[in-house]
């Protein structure tokens, strides 16, 4: 009975205060208290005041973060409460524990490592090592570097590593092997949890990283990553451009085959200078795209609680109005942060959804050019949504529409993320974007201003067209599927000496040295690269350290050995579809080929990506056809390296060169250095083709991630095989061929030394990279 009055007693009153409370107080107004809010040694940020709704961020200097990214003012509270008990202050950045190491040892050896602090490894005996011996905190949170491994040489794929601040589950590493990775504890994960050793040899998926809240990517790592894959979408769709009389760019169909989708988080969680900023960031990307002189389709939309778009799919291909980017951009800046309407929420779901509905409708209007149309989906965001569900399986259906449940098609769908801000919700964000084998589409970047910055950096507007090992496999023009191959002819008063050769800069050609003999001069050398384009010779130049007769004294007649030369034109060539450079390895240039996000990255680290096999496949061509500058024909061969590299190079002792020698006590590298490839001979699953005259010289080629690689010249072969049937001419056991090994450090001086930026070169110079 007197709980019951007590009960009644307390509603009286909460009934009655309400009636004799006399003026507002602050609270019920809807501001928050300002009192301990302070950081100890930062600063803060609010969106709205004290009021309610608004959200408080913190700020740290460089190389420290927030123990308290953010407060959100809701109901007069802070959520987190701001108490005197625990207050908000900057602390140390550190990155993840790198004691991780396997079979090996790490100095020094701390409990924690901050910013600025060194650490190097070593391996025990009987373990190779491989990734950077020494490597520095930097202030983003991650290591400099590459992940050091400690590994054995006998499994089929190399040892994957532990990567700093992970646990990995597995240790066979041979075909189907799977290993498994988790992050220590307040980590998140960002790349592949679980990797799959293929037969090519290569773990599937990506290395994985382990985020800190406070650690970001820089705009380099960001703008050599995303920007490759972009590039190469760019490159590909000019497939289906072509230009009028006047040069004019035309589109052979309506609406194009590149669809890219744009959608911008405009809720309260991202700050005003942020939303202006973003704006600028959107027409900077579509402004890069255009020095591309290519058109694609763009759907630009801006989502909060609802989602506006600024200009939809559908519009832009059908109402001829709507494609002037000048008047989208014009848009753009009338969105302003006020005009978004209902701004509270962040419904990431919603934004992915029209997008969904925009390709549904694209589909429905014509299925065909839906399906082979190029999809790329790019958002910024802080990952947070916090209404309209889960976004992930909105993604989902995407990803099944684009690619119709067909792994093949997995190359049509792009989506992008790049998260923005200190408090990024990245495991949810790791979810939604494409996944596929060592290429990144989640990006980590502090604030929209270094997403301009990535964006600045990106694409080079000089260079956009000029971008190396760019293969079309056109059945109408097959030269645009071999854009560097060269022809080179020498005339000579005993006849005409063929040799083939790979343009790699606009001015230079790549071909072997002992294409050339004493006495020859640039005008007796004429190059065919394509119809009706004549180029003149300026000057040929043979490696320093070739010498054909530089070991008769040991019984080696003919000794080839740094067997390269460049031949320079008096005038760059213009470069378009049927007439563009190949790749050559340990460039900055390849790096963009290869999706490269580290700017560190090494010449050692593409030798690894590149030639990281016992048995690589690659191919060489024959001499070209005069009607249209195609190869006669396409060899296959597989490069044999560690294990299968010896029998290999004992073959050389068969070399004909050899027949008037003793071999018998000649060592057979001697003959063939560690500065050849060698390939040829047979084994239980492939025959290669061989070399055969009029091929010397050549480039001996691979494919990586859609663009084509020069990793060696055709330099001479053990054993004549050749009769008038040159197209399909197959190796026996013991015969082999060598070719110049672009990898090595004295080959790529030499190439460093005339086609770098060290002088002013005719045509665009290639920028090396660090051994």
């Known amino acids: 009975m007197m709980a019951c009055k007590r009960w009644l007693n307390w ?24 009192e301990n809010l302070s950081i100890t040694g930062g600063s803060f940020v609010l969106s709205n005041d ?18 308290e990214k953010t407060r959100v003012c809701q109901n007069t509270k802070w959520n987190p409460p701001a108490t005197t008990k625990k207050p908000a202050e900057c602390k140390k950045i550190m990155c993840p524990n790198p004691r991780v190491l396997e079979n090996g040892e790490i100095a020094p050896y701390k409990d924690r490592y901050f910013v600025n602090d060194t650490t190097t490894y070593t391996c025990h005996s009987d373990f190779t090592f491989r990734g950077s011996k020494s490597r520095i905190c930097k202030s983003n949170g991650k290591w400099s570097g590459d992940t050091p491994v400690c590994g054995r040489d006998s499994d089929h794929c190399p040892d994957p590593g532990v990567p700093p601040g992970t646990q990995r589950t597995g240790q066979e590493f041979n075909i189907d092997d799977k290993v498994t990775y988790r992050c220590d504890s307040k980590l998140t994960l960002i790349g ?53 009389q006047e040069g004019k760019k035309i589109r052979l169909d309506q609406g194009g085959k590149l ?33 591309y002189q290519v058109s694609p389709n763009y759907e630009i939309l801006m989502f909060a609680s609802d989602v506006t778009p600024i200009i939809s799919m559908r519009n832009y291909k059908t109402v001829s109005s709507e494609r002037n980017l000048l008047e989208i951009f014009e848009r753009l800046d009338n969105f302003t942060y006020e005009s978004k309407g209902e701004r509270s929420g962040s419904n990431i779901a919603k934004a992915f959804h029209t997008i969904l509905e925009s390709m549904g409708v694209e589909k ?106 760019i293969q079309h496999d056109y059945t109408s023009n097959r030269r645009h599927a071999f854009p560097w191959l060269a022809q080179i002819k020498i005339l000579r008063s005993s006849g005409m000496t063929n040799c083939m050769g790979s343009l790699v800069t606009s001015s230079y050609i790549l071909t072997a040295a002992h294409c050339f003999k004493f006495g020859d001069i640039p005008d007796a050398i004429s190059i065919d690269l394509k119809r009706h384009l004549s180029v003149k010779v300026e000057r040929f130049l043979i490696h320093p350290l070739y010498n054909i007769t530089a070991k008769r004294h040991i019984g080696i007649q003919e000794y080839y050995e740094f067997d390269v030369a460049l031949i320079q034109l008096t005038k760059a060539v213009e470069l378009d579809r049927a007439l563009r450079t190949i790749c050559i390895p340990c460039t900055v240039e390849t790096s963009a080929a290869l999706k490269l996000a580290d700017h560190e990255v090494t010449c050692k680290k593409h030798e690894e990506i590149i030639m990281g096999t016992d048995l690589v496949n690659a191919n060489f061509t024959s001499e070209i056809k005069s009607n249209d500058y195609t190869p006669k024909a396409i060899r296959t061969i597989t490069i044999k390296q560690r294990g299968m590299r010896d ?31 060698c390939s040829g001979g047979t084994t239980t699953t492939t025959t290669d083709n061989i070399a055969c005259k009029g091929d010397s010289g050549g480039a001996t080629y691979l494919h990586k991630n859609n663009r084509v690689i020069q990793v060696g010249v055709v330099s001479w072969g053990s054993k004549e095989m050749c009769n008038e049937n040159k197209d399909n001419v197959l190796s026996k056991p013991h015969t082999r061929d060598y070719h110049t090994n672009l990898f090595s450090p004295e080959v790529r001086s030499f190439l460093a030394q005339y086609l770098g930026p060290e002088e002013e070169r005719k045509g665009t110079p290639l920028t090396f990279l660090p051994v």
Request: charged residues 25%; hydrophobic residues 30%; proline residues 4%.
């Open 50 to 67: 004290y009021s309610n709704g608004s959200i408080l961020k913190y700020r740290c200097p460089k190389g420290f973060y927030p123990s």
């Open 364 to 469: 429905q209007n014509n299925k065909t050019r839906f399906l082979e149309t190029q999809h790329i989906v790019i958002m910024f965001t802080d990952g947070h949504a916090n209404m309209g569900g889960n976004p992930k399986p909105k993604v989902e259906n995407i990803k099944h529409l684009v690619t119709q449940k067909d792994p093949s098609r997995d190359n049509k769908l792009e989506v992008y993320v790049f998260g923005v801000g200190n408090d990024i919700n990245k495991e949810d964000i790791n979810d939604w974007v494409t996944k596929r084998d060592n290429e990144k589409f989640f990006f980590n970047l502090p604030n929209l201003q270094e997403v301009q910055e990535t964006f600045d950096q990106m694409i080079d507007d000089s260079t956009s067209v000029e971008l190396c090992g």
């Open 647 to 677: 029998a290999c190079v004992e073959d050389a002792k068969k070399a004909d060169l050899l027949k008037d020698s003793t071999n018998a006590t000649l060592n057979a590298k001697d003959i063939v250095t560690d500065n050849f490839l």
């Open 192 to 244: 592949s949890s679980e990797r799959i050793c293929q037969e090519g040899g290569q773990w599937s998926g990506t290395e994985p990283q382990c985020y800190a809240d406070f650690t970001y990517d820089t705009p380099e790592e960001a703008s050599q990553s995303f920007s490759s894959s972009l590039k190469t979408n760019l490159e590909f769709y000019k497939q289906y451009e072509e230009t009028d």
């Open 11 to 34: 509603l009286m009153l909460a009934l009655i205060c309400p009636l004799i409370t006399g003026a507002p107080s602050s609270t019920e107004l809807g501001s928050c208290p300002t």
């Open 259 to 291: 669809d890219i989708y744009i959608a911008l988080d405009a809720s309260d969680s991202i700050e005003k200078t942020d939303f202006d900023t973003a704006k600028k960031v959107i027409k900077t990307l579509i402004d890069k795209i255009s020095y």
